[in-house]
T-cell receptor, first 117, second 114 residues
């Protein structure tokens, strides 16, 4: 049973380029979350998506960042015109479809480490 | 999500039990208590969660105080592989059905001595 997959594991971009991070959730999971961990800092929630819908993007920077989870294929986190401050580890997590009144665990991928030079 | 308070770090010896405390005095009746851990250079890993009763799984046990204002994660026999940052997180099952993003604090850095 494959876990959450992220690729690439390491990504190097020059300032001004675009970064695309991919996440394939666990089989049967329909909820995807993206988190960012800046060097020497804690994990911060960015965005929560279901298939073809953004449910909560309250943690997403207003500019240059976007996320999608299409009907087919992986979830994508896109960072346009990257800057050095975007260098961080980006983690994706997934959880199963919910039943009412429950609280479900999230399963995390290994992360993509983005370095902006 | 309501706030949690954990010690910055704890140290324990290999093959001994470890009790990791978490205070959550402002917990609401609909908050679940979740624990995650993050090993060095890895993604976070779900450990356990509960609402009112104590919970056990293959990784750990969760002891919840009767008034739910605190909880303790118990590792019954720590190994070197358990060295990680442990996060105690409250999740409200009311809004979003428990599906909201997780709010990570600073957690407890657990050091295991051989």
């Amino acid at each position: 049973n494959a876990g959450v997959m992220q690729n690439p594991r390491h990504l190097v971009r020059r300032r001004g380029q675009e970064a695309r991070l991919r996440c394939s959730p666990m089989k049967g999971h329909s909820h995807v979350y993206w988190y960012r961990q800046l060097p020497e800092e804690g994990l911060k929630f960015m965005v929560y998506l279901q298939k073809e819908n953004i449910i909560d993007e309250s943690g997403m920077p207003k500019e240059r960042f976007s996320a999608e989870f299409p009907k087919e294929g992986p979830s994508i986190l896109r960072i346009q015109q990257v800057v050095r401050g975007d260098s961080a580890a980006y983690f994706c997590a997934s959880s199963p479809r919910l039943a009412g009144g429950q609280s479900y665990e999230q399963y995390f991928g290994p992360g993509t480490r983005l370095t902006v030079t | 999500d309501a706030k949690t308070t954990q010690p910055n770090s704890m140290e324990s010896n290999e093959e001994e039990p470890v009790h990791l405390p978490c205070n959550h005095s402002t917990i609401s009746g609909t908050d679940y208590i979740h624990w995650y851990r993050q090993l060095p250079s890895q993604g976070p890993e779900y450990v356990i969660h509960g609402l009112t009763s104590n919970v056990n799984n293959r990784m750990a046990s969760l002891a919840i105080a009767e008034d739910r204002k605190s909880s303790t994660l118990i590792l019954h026999r720590a190994t070197l592989r358990d060295a990680a940052v442990y996060y105690c997180i409250l999740r409200d099952r009311g809004s979003g059905g428990g599906a909201d993003g997780l709010t990570f604090g600073k957690g407890t850095h657990l050091i295991i001595q051989p």
